[in-house]
């Protein structure tokens, strides 16, 4: 597998191999800079090879894969792009952005999700779409009902693909291969490289062209990030002050559906209009939450991590985890969607006192020390002891009560070695 990284990108979609017709809608709707995962994976892709692309959330992977799938199925009559994701709005999304760019070249879409009806997708298919966008559990279901065939697919393309090994979609995605021709181009898109999708690449790829513009679990630059150490009950209140704080957008994660409904409902009360977005509510209700979100209907959005990739909206003033994520990947795909396409952002997460060994994890998967900082109106002599008891301490014995920040990665949060 050969590797290119590079972290600045050519000005313009110039000499990628783009047809001038889609360079002429490209400059319509104002595409003028290519970011760098577009400019590194379009040239290959547009010669018909496989890629593997590793890119943060936010940073253009649609239109990585969008824009040559768009012009080898334009140039190749008769042949269909297949699209795999993990969520609803992660399709939705996609969908939305490839009808921009595809509308001016009669291109036809059929978009197979769960949580609506089947009738409307028998519909979409029988207008014979170029590309085929589905999450994996709808696609098999179609397959088993044979309402839709794969064996014209020439481009597939698996996006957020560690984010559908980590919900559980191995089996389907084996059983799809499984419908698909072997002639094929296959690309591979990803923020994050676990061994799994290495497998899926040596498997059932053809010397794919890896492509990485920023290591494996690379956080946004210009995201800065802070852990609060709280107990749980005092959560709440913490988040109270925070959104008087912040002014913006805020995305609030949290790690169960009980746990969402909870915090939506504390925040309403708080005098903040909030929608929620998880498993449990229907695809209506997903829409109207990340809708309202993008129009400002919501300041507030609580979300699970099944959402953590599927809210593409820009502007988002502050992350904030309520919970730690269960997955300590999770961490970089929760606070991504601040700081997006360069823009940026902040990311704040609660931290029980006996989770140190979480945020250990999320350090060394970023690379880099989070800043541990204390709620507001705090001082060392308020912080819990179990956590950062040692740096309390110190700054009893100083007589003081400020000093450098503590950080799990410079061992504050451990208890001190007993002198013998």
């Not at 003028?32 to 040239?43: E, F, S, W, Y």
């Not at 700081?339 to 690379?367: C, D, Y």
């Not at 819990?384 to 503590?406: H, L, N």
């Amino acid at each position: 597998m050969s590797q290119l990284t590079d972290e600045n990108a050519i000005n313009g979609f110039y000499g990628l191999g783009i047809a001038p017709g889609l360079l002429e809608i490209l400059a319509r709707l104002r595409y003028t800079t290519p970011t760098p995962i577009q400019h590194h994976a379009i040239p290959p892709a547009m010669e018909g090879k496989d890629v593997v692309g590793v890119a943060q959330t936010g940073t253009g992977k649609t239109l990585a894969f969008g824009i040559p799938m768009l012009q080898i199925l334009a140039r190749e009559k008769g042949g269909k792009g297949l699209i795999l994701l993990p969520t609803r709005e992660l399709a939705l999304q996609v969908e939305e952005e490839l009808h921009k760019i595809g509308r001016p070249l009669g291109l036809k879409t059929a978009v197979l999700i769960g949580g609506i009806s089947m009738r409307p997708q028998l519909q979409s298919i029988a207008r014979n779409p170029h590309i085929i966008i589905a999450t994996p559990g709808r696609l098999i279901d179609h397959l088993e009902q044979k309402t839709v065939l794969l064996d014209s697919v020439k481009i597939l393309v698996l996006d957020e693909a560690d984010r559908m090994l980590d919900m559980g979609f191995e089996p389907q995605i084996r059983k799809i291969f499984s419908h698909l021709p072997k002639s094929r181009q296959t690309m591979l898109f990803s923020a994050t490289i676990p061994p799994e999708i290495m497998a899926i690449a040596s498997r059932y790829m053809k010397l794919p062209v890896r492509i990485e513009v920023a290591l494996s679990g690379t956080t946004a630059e210009k995201v800065s990030q802070e852990i609060f150490i709280v107990r749980r009950e005092a959560k709440l209140g913490l988040l109270r002050s925070i959104l008087r704080q912040y002014n913006g957008s805020t995305l609030v994660f949290t790690r169960t559906k009980y746990g969402a409904k909870k915090v939506t409902r504390a925040v309403c009360d708080m005098g903040h209009r909030a929608a929620e977005i998880h498993g449990n509510r229907t695809l209506v209700q997903r829409r109207d939450a990340l809708d309202g979100f993008k129009s400002g209907k919501y300041r507030v959005l609580v979300a699970t991590d099944i959402a953590s990739r599927g809210i593409d909206v820009r502007g988002i003033e502050l992350v904030l985890n309520f919970d730690l994520p269960s997955k300590t990947e999770d961490y970089v795909h929760r606070i991504g969607r601040t700081g997006r396409a360069g823009a940026e952002g902040h990311a704040i997460s609660f931290a029980l006192p006996e989770e140190h060994h979480e945020i250990r994890s999320i350090e060394r998967l970023i690379r880099q020390t989070i800043r541990v900082s204390l709620p507001p109106g705090a001082s060392p002599m308020d912080a819990v002891p179990s956590v950062i008891g040692p740096y309390a301490e110190a700054a009893r014995k100083r007589g003081r009560g400020s000093g450098p920040r503590p950080s799990f990665s410079r061992g504050y949060h451990r208890r001190p070695r007993s002198r013998r």
